[in-house]
């Protein structure tokens, strides 16, 4: 099973990391990662393998959120199904 998380945010040290350490402890695996800055905000798109995660979807999506507002970012996690009918017409 295939995840997308998106991170957007004003650009702080950190963010990679963080974000990485909470989907390594869940046993997520990142497969691809495209990042960038612009003027001074920052925009990350991951495509993970939730195949093995160690706790729910749910609980996942939770702790990325609350990571997220403890660093002023918004972070999502969709299920690469949903993230795909969402961004086509």
């Known amino acids: ?4 998380i998106t991170v957007t ?8 990391a963080n974000v990485s350490v909470i989907l390594a402890d869940n046993k ?3 497969e691809d990662i495209s990042q960038t800055t612009m003027q001074g905000y920052f925009m990350m798109y991951m495509m993970v393998d939730i ?3 160690s706790v729910s979807f749910g609980e996942l999506s939770e ?4 990571k997220g507002k403890e660093m002023g970012l ?12 969402m961004h086509s017409i």
């Open 1 to 4: 099973m295939k995840a997308v």
């Open 9 to 16: 945010g004003i650009d702080r040290i950190g963010i990679i």
């Open 28 to 30: 997520v695996n990142i």
């Open 51 to 53: 195949s093995n995660m």
């Open 63 to 66: 702790k990325l959120s609350d």
């Open 74 to 85: 918004e972070i999502r996690i969709q299920k690469d199904e949903i993230f795909k009918a």
